[in-house]
Structures are given as structure tokens and as C-alpha cells.
């Protein structure tokens, strides 16, 4: 069996912990379960210890979470927001019931109380300098990116987009709403044929290739994951598509002059204290006339991601306040043309993500292991419930140079005018 050590979730003895008897619970053990529980906002769920027994008798929750040991309950008085994650993946917690309404009810609980999700520091200045500097950004990549093409398309659509998609119907395929996206996302930037675009961060290279293929545009596409660059290349070679080139460096480096330039979900990955150098390098290869687009989940409130989070899915990741956006635009003069909020289009993404994640489970765990299922399912469901409770939100902000007036009138072109959105 192979495991992943970089998603090694918890420490060996963390294992053998949850396997061995602990004991008779005794009532201080159902006093800190019900201490942790107040300290989540009391979130309406049946909660147990390892007895079994109810510890908030009379709850008639469609959901239940079990402790499965008393090392479990006291790391999750210590840091829940780290070790309800491990825990839960190492097989110490048991959910019984629905994973995403169990999270959307802790969420929503957690939302009134208001002093939980704060318990992550915000990342100090002297470190935020090398969270996301080029050599961390690439290790921090490698992380999630580069454990397997094949693992991502067990579960992505064909084009291996892993990003929001968006839905002009709700009962339409997520193949057919990923097209949309990228047809959307050209709609509003008034791509032609024959335009310069930069992409600073491709993922597999699948809206290059479709500017390139649909519109003419001649596209140069950034990205640091190696594995992603070398599918996005081989993609592009197998289908014969001219007009756009691949390249495996850091947005940091990009030059040259471009018509569009547009980002669709690198900002998550590049730190508060890089948005002005990411304004830098649009401001330095931005035409006069030219318009540019970034696709980024964000929030309302600006506070770290979890502990679990960054720790073992998505280090160095931090989604920003429209607020802290600005920073990529305004010491640049950049206008600000259209900003829209597609957050339950993200979550009707998550939705089919997870149903395939679903029914490929048992071929991921002989990639990995049960612990990697565990974590990924955890990772999905919890997204799910993040933007179906607003904490998560999904901006696409259009931008502008000063006085640029390449700009639209109305609306009225995004929607249907000739072209089919979502069909591939």
C-alpha cells in the first residue's frame, strides 16, 4: 500500500491510541465534552463518548459525533480546529449521520459564537515574508498538486479543472458548467482572436487551451506545479492546439506585454503580504486597453484558515476580504469594472466533486491509505459546508488601466448570444 507522508495526518502513537481502551468514562470526561461543545457556540448534534452513552440526553439531532477516546478529547479541548480533522481521519471520531449538514450545524453554531475561529493566530509579519516566498510556494504547491495526476481525475471533469464552476442550471453536468465557467470568464473579458494572454497559474491547462481553441487568443500559461505543467503540455500536444505555451515558473517572473490577463484560483495560494507585487506584475504587462480577471474564494471576515487546514491540505493558503483584494488594484490605479459572488456555484461544484470522490473512495485508499480518504472526504464535506454557510465566498473580480473605456455598457453580452454555455 502506498501512503502519502505528506498527508501523514497525525503521529503512529495517535493510531494506536485510538485502538486501545480507555478506560471507563468518568463524569469530568462528560464535563469537557460538554465544555468543548459550549466552546463551539453548543451546535444542535448528539455528541457521545466512548461508552456510547449520549452526553446531552434528549437531543434529537439527525447526527451524532462519538469520541472514541479520552487522548482524542483532550487534544480537541487543546486546538479543535487542528485536531478534530486528525482525529476524525486517524478513525478517533466517528460521524453518524449526513458529514455536510453535521458541519453546516457546527459552522453555523461556531458563526454565533464568533471567538472560535479566531483561535488560529493571524501569521506573524516576520514569517508571512517566507509563507509564500518562490521556494516555499513551490514546496507548498508540491503539497496538494503534485501527489498524483491520477488521484485528480478519479474525481475532476475531463478537463481537470479544479476550480469553481459555474451553473446556468443546476441540473446541468460538471462538464457542461465548467465550459461554462471558461466561457463566462471570456465573456467578461471581451476575449478575441489574435489577443495576448497571460495566465499566472493554470492548474492542468485547461482555460488556456480553450482560449487558444475557441477564440484565437495566443496564451502563455504559468504555473509551478511540474506535474500539472507536464499534463497541460501533453494535453495541448495530443489535441493539436496552436497559440499556447506552458511555462513552469512563478507569477514573481512573469514579463512581456498581454492584451488579457487573467487568474483563476492562485490567489488563494499567494499571501496578503504578495498582492502588491502580484498588482507589480500585472502593471508591468497590461496593455493600455487591455482588461484582466481574478477568480479567487474569499471571505467577509479576515482570519487564517484552520489549523487542519494549512497544516495538512492547503499550507500557505489564505483567502482574502474584497477589502485586502484591493491591494492587488489600488496602488496601481486599476479599475474596478464588475465584481461578482458565485459562492453556491462553488458549492454545487464541491457537490459533484465529492459524489466521484465518493465512488472511486476505495481505489484512492489503494493509492494511499483509509487515513488520506478520511482527511479528503473531511476536506470536501467541510467546503461544502463553508460556502453553503457563507464563511467561503467565490469572487470574480474584472479590472481595467485607468480610463480605459473597453468597457461594457451593460450585461447583456454574458448572457446567451450565439454561443451555448456549458456545452462542450
Known amino acids: 500500500m502506498k501512503t502519502s507522508k505528506a498527508y501523514a495526518v497525525c503521529p503512529t502513537t495517535l493510531f494506536t491510541v485510538g485502538a486501545r481502551a480507555s478506560g471507563r468514562v468518568l463524569e469530568i470526561d462528560r464535563w469537557l465534552l460538554r465544555t468543548l461543545l459550549n466552546g463551539v457556540g453548543s451546535p444542535d448534534i448528539g455528541a457521545a463518548l466512548w461508552d456510547g452513552k449520549d452526553a446531552l440526553p434528549g437531543s434529537a439531532a439527525p447526527f451524532r ?11 480537541l479541548i487543546a486546538n479543535p480546529l487542528l485536531y478534530f480533522g486528525d482525529d476524525y481521519s486517524a478513525g478517533n471520531i466517528e460521524i453518524e449521520g449526513e458529514m455536510v449538514p453535521f458541519l453546516e450545524t457546527v459552522y453555523r453554531a461556531m458563526a454565533r459564537r464568533g471567538d472560535v475561529r479566531r483561535r488560529s493566530k493571524p501569521v506573524p509579519n516576520w514569517q508571512r515574508q517566507t509563507v509564500n516566498s ?24 475531463r478537463e481537470m479543472l479544479y476550480t469553481c464552476a459555474y451553473f446556468p442550471s443546476r441540473d446541468i453536468s460538471l462538464e457542461e458548467a465548467q465550459v461554462a465557467k471558461m466561457e463566462l470568464v471570456c465573456r467578461k473579458l471581451r476575449l478575441k482572436g489574435g ?30 506545479s511540474s506535474e500539472q505543467v507536464a499534463y ?8 493539436g ?33 504578495n498582492y502588491r507585487k502580484l498588482g507589480e506584475v500585472i502593471d508591468r504587462t497590461l496593455s493600455e486597453t487591455g482588461l484582466g480577471l481574478i477568480h479567487s474564494i474569499g471571505q467577509n471576515i479576515a482570519e487564517p484558515m484552520s489549523d487542519w487546514l494549512q497544516k495538512r491540505i492547503f499550507p500557505g493558503s489564505y483567502t482574502p476580504t474584497v477589502r485586502e483584494m484591493m491591494e492587488i488594484f489600488e496602488p496601481y490605479a486599476f479599475n474596478v469594472i464588475d465584481l461578482e459572488n458565485l459562492r453556491l456555484h462553488y458549492a454545487r461544484t464541491l457537490e459533484h466533486w ?7 473512495s476505495g481505489q484512492v485508499a489503494q493509492m494511499f491509505d483509509e487515513s488520506f480518504v478520511r482527511a479528503w472526504r473531511l476536506y470536501l464535506c467541510g467546503s461544502i459546508a463553508n460556502f453553503t454557510t457563507g464563511s467561503l465566498e467565490l469572487f470574480q473580480v474584472l479590472f481595467s488601466r485607468r480610463g480605459n473605456n473597453r468597457v461594457p455598457w451593460t450585461r447583456a453580452d454574458l448572457l446567451d448570444s450565439g454561443k451555448n454555455h456549458g456545452k462542450p
Open 354 to 360: 465529492l459524489e466521484r470522490f465518493e465512488l472511486h
Open 195 to 224: 489577443e495576448r494572454v497571460i495566465e499566472a497559474g493554470c492548474g492542468w491547462g485547461a482555460l488556456a487551451r480553450y482560449m487558444a481553441k475557441q477564440y484565437g487568443a495566443k496564451v502563455r500559461a504559468f504555473n509551478i
Open 134 to 157: 518562490p521556494p516555499e510556494s513551490r514546496k507548498n504547491i508540491h503539497h496538494h498538486y503534485d501527489i498524483g495526476n491520477d488521484f485528480y481525475r478519479l474525481w475532476l471533469d
Open 241 to 273: 492546439i496552436a497559440g499556447v505555451e506552458y511555462i513552469e515558473d512563478d507569477y514573481r517572473n512573469i514579463t512581456g506585454e498581454c492584451d488579457v490577463f487573467v487568474s483563476i484560483g492562485m490567489l488563494e495560494h499567494v499571501g496578503p503580504n
Open 232 to 239: 497541460a503540455r501533453q494535453r495541448a500536444g495530443e489535441e
Open 65 to 75: 459525533m462519538t469520541i472514541q477516546n479520552r487522548a482524542t478529547l483532550l487534544r
